[in-house]
């Protein structure tokens, strides 16, 4: 795979285009700083290779929340801008006064600039982890995307009382862009389950915070995001299955989003090339205000959900480093390479009945609870 060169796409001068900052020069100085790190250090990508895993236990697959990956680091470091050429280079063009050419791009643009125009803010302190994976669904990864569709867990629905169309946030106006459903990955005979939310039926993400035991408290504060094995398991059955649904993908570096603790890790893996790679921690809350999000983590949430347009795969420098997962899942390889499937995987999620608000008593009813309420009493007197 040869290294992906400087971008030729011709670029058009800003001129009347919605977008043009004016005056915001600080924001695009905040812009060009992130994208500075990006193609510095901040955040690493590591690439990991696996020592043990039971992705092909012979007696039936595992669930996610069952997944024991144990993988060591690899003895090189690279830069997560070095995957997202196409989304960096567009961003520093955005940034000399240049829009791209390419109608799909410049939606993609109005997207980031139109949530960095809004000042969305958000409180995520949620003692629930169903509310909180609902707002950041409904007031990060989704507003993000280009298509602001995902699916939630519908066992979450269950979780936060929430009604089906209404978002955790404090906003009581607030609706949901996507909604509940089934978010189950996988094949049973090898790592399946569902995940917390799907972007466009491609993009997983886990909210892997533990529910508190203990009211008022969280137990997220010990969460160590870093080789998480459900996350890794993911991660490995999300690109293989996007890999069989959509072969003219440019590559199959597919990412998965990691939670917890106001944290996001990102996860990515080739299962052309098996190479795993794992970001460093990113911090979801801005330093300046607890309620906005920091200006990396939208950057990388609107590469990440947009990973079919803006990333570029791996760099021939990449290629070499092997995860050595289809050592490890050779036995059940073809499964995951043939069999996997999106939806009905695994045990039915017994669905939530809902209740009508109005119910009908007939004459016959309100004389037999007349007549049970009057029990009591009545017996009283024959005896």
């Given at each position: 795979m040869a290294e992906h060169g400087p971008s030729t796409t011709k670029s058009r001068k800003l001129t009347d285009s919605p977008l043009l900052f004016k005056g915001d020069f600080l924001l695009k100085d905040e812009i060009s700083a992130v994208l500075f790190s990006l193609c510095s250090c901040k955040p690493v990508l590591l690439p990991y290779k696996f020592v043990s895993c039971n992705a092909a236990t012979p007696n039936g697959g595992a669930p996610f929340r069952k997944a024991f990956c144990d993988v060591e680091q690899l003895e090189k470091g690279f830069v997560l801008g070095d995957i997202f050429r196409r989304g960096v280079t567009i961003l520093i063009d955005f940034l000399y006064g240049k829009i791209p050419e390419a109608k799909h791009e410049r939606i993609l643009l109005e997207v980031l600039v139109r949530f960095l125009k809004s000042g969305e803010m958000v409180d995520l302190d949620f003692e629930n982890k169903a509310d909180m994976t609902a707002v950041l669904a409904n007031h990060l990864f989704g507003k993000l995307a280009i298509s602001s569709w995902y699916t939630i867990d519908e066992r979450n629905k269950l979780k936060s009382g929430q009604k089906e169309n209404k978002c955790s946030c404090s906003d009581k106006e607030c609706v949901l862009t996507g909604g509940y459903g089934d978010t189950s990955i996988g094949n049973p005979h090898v790592w399946h389950g569902s995940v917390d939310i799907i972007i466009r039926n491609e993009i997983a993400i886990q909210n892997l915070?533990?529910?508190?035991?203990?009211?008022?408290t969280k137990s997220s504060k010990h969460v160590n995001l870093r080789n998480d094995s459900q996350l890794v398991a993911g991660t490995i059955v999300s690109?293989?299955?996007?890999?069989?649904?959509?072969?003219?993908l440019s590559n199959f570096l597919i990412p998965s989003i990691g939670i917890a603790d106001d944290t996001m890790v990102i996860v990515f893996y080739d299962s052309e090339h098996d190479?795993?790679?794992?970001?460093?921690?990113?911090?979801?809350?801005?330093?300046?205000?607890?309620?906005?999000?920091?200006?990396?983590?939208?950057?990388?949430?609107?590469?990440?959900v947009n990973y079919r347009f803006l990333c570029t795969g791996l760099?021939?420098?990449?290629?070499?480093?092997?995860?050595?997962?289809?050592?490890?899942?050779?036995d059940k390889l073809t499964i995951y390479e043939n069999e996997l499937k999106m939806q009905n995987v695994g045990p039915t999620i017994v669905k939530e009945r809902v209740l009508p608000s109005e119910w009908h008593f007939s004459e016959f009813l309100e004389e037999s609870r007349k007549r049970l309420g009057d029990w009591p009493r009545t017996l009283k007197h024959e005896n």
């Open positions: 915070e533990e529910e508190s035991e203990i009211p008022s690109s293989f299955l996007q890999k069989r649904l959509h072969p003219d190479v795993l790679l794992e970001s460093s921690p990113i911090s979801l809350k801005s330093i300046s205000c607890e309620y906005k999000f920091s200006l990396q983590a939208v950057i990388i949430t609107w590469l990440v760099t021939d420098n990449m290629i070499p480093y092997k995860a050595e997962f289809f050592q490890q899942a050779k």
